[in-house]
């Protein structure tokens, strides 16, 4: 493979991976349209390639088999911004969810807040485990699942306990953190 010839024309690249997938054909000519293109997704379009034609679901036992053990904790989930690629941020804007300048967010259920006596806009604490704690954050209401939470990563790390993972996968709880929010203490910091 002649990395450096690709690297040089990025369109070399694109011709290589419309040779291998059919939906790319033309390419390189797509691309330049305004506003790019869209791949057929047949689910998207509500076609079910199944033998009934209909979509099938599978209902995968033990999802709920670690409940949170306190019945006021939420579930975290780490995420990540627009701009950011890993643990690399490029920029403090995540147009996604409409953030601008800042990640020191924590997005819930308009509900869970209510039930808290929080509201959007409200500085909270979220603890996890005995001694990991991130202060001062910004209640953001969002269109999140009630019971959940979403902040971003890495700066949530701190609540994320190591020893806990999945034994099949080795990955960390990034994904079903339990933790209580309150408000925050007055004068606290990350």
Known sequence: MNWAELV???ARIRDAIEAVFPEF???NLRIATPGGFRLYVAASEREWRTPGKKANFLVYPGLQEDPPADDAA???TTIRSHDQYNTTLYGLNDRYRG???RRDIV???ERDLAQRGLK???RVDIAA???RVMRNLTAVAHDIAEGSVAAYYPEANVL???DHYDVKSGTPSYKSTPVLIHAARSGSSN
């Open 129 to 131: 485990t005995p001694g």
């Open 160 to 162: 994320i306990d190591l």
């Open 99 to 101: 953030i601008t300048g």
């Open 25 to 27: 054909e033309d390419f």
């Open 120 to 122: 959007h806009g409200d």
């Open 74 to 76: 939420l579930l975290l």
């Open 107 to 109: 997005f819930v259920n």
């Open 8 to 10: 040089g024309d990025y």
